[in-house]
T-cell receptor, first 114, second 110 residues
Framework: EAGVAQSPRYKIIEKRQSVAFWCNPISGHATLYWYQQILGQGPKLLIQ????????DSQLPKDRFSAERLKGVDSTLKIQPAKLEDSAVYLCASSSLGPTDTQYFGPGTRLTVL | RKEVEQDPGPFNVPEGATVAFNCTYS??????FFWYRQDCRKEPKLLMS???SGNEDGRFTAQLNRASQYISLLIRDSKLSDSATYLC???????????FGRGTSLIVHP
């Protein structure tokens, strides 16, 4: 069974630029999560989708971050414009039913904002 | 008080030692609990779920104490390969939003 796919794996941009990350969850998984993990901290949930609907985006900085999951399959997370403090690893995860199930993580995208 | 708290460590133990980590949570309505393992520069992977009755998987034992609102992870006979960061995850409390602790770093040395 293929795992969660993410791209790109690494991205370096300058502040005020835009960037987008892509995630393809495990086939058949209804729930998709985007996390931000800053060095030395645990992953922080940014947004959670159930199929193509948003379950929670309370920790998503909506003035600069946006995410969508068209057709309830793959998803994109965008930052526009980026700030220095956005430097982090962005992890995508999926689970079969919901957060009471095991989450399977992709390898992450390591973002550096200069 | 943070929703989910863990001692960041590092816990530095010799091979063969027994080590235990705790994770406290603030929302008494939380309903599901997990331990994940994260190797350096890798993604988190499920280690084990934590059930009310406790559960054991080989050298690993997880327990839940609802009265004191913490979960624990016990590792017996530590191996070098156990060196990693251990993340606890707490879900539920009405929102079913998974919340990760900051992780506890374990270093097992020869």
């Amino acid at each position: 069974e293929a795992g969660v796919a993410q791209s790109p794996r690494y991205k370096i941009i300058e502040k005020r630029q835009s960037v987008a990350f892509w995630c393809n969850p495990i086939s058949g998984h209804a729930t998709l999560y985007w996390y931000q993990q800053i060095l030395g901290q645990g992953p922080k949930l940014l947004i959670q989708f159930q199929n193509n609907g948003v379950v929670d985006d309370s920790q998503l900085p909506k003035d600069r971050f946006s995410a969508e999951r068209l057709k309830g399959v793959d998803s994109t997370l965008k930052i526009q414009p980026a700030k220095l403090e956005d430097s982090a690893v962005y992890l995508c995860a999926s689970s079969s039913l919901g957060p009471t199930d095991t989450q399977y993580f992709g390898p992450g995208t390591r973002l550096t904002v200069l | 008080r943070k929703e989910v708290e863990q001692d960041p460590g590092p816990f530095n133990v010799p091979e063969g030692a027994t080590v235990a980590f705790n994770c406290t949570y603030s929302n008494s309505a939380s309903q599901s609990f997990f331990w994940y393992r994260q190797d350096c520069r890798k993604e988190p992977k499920l280690l084990m779920s934590v059930y009310s009755s406790g559960n054991e998987d080989g050298r690993f034992t997880a327990q839940l104490n609802r009265a004191s609102q913490y979960i624990s992870l016990l590792i017996r006979d530590s191996k070098l390969s156990d060196s990693a960061t251990y993340l606890c995850v707490v879900n539920g409390g009405g929102s079913y939003i998974p919340t990760f602790g900051r992780g506890t770093s374990l270093i097992v040395h020869p």
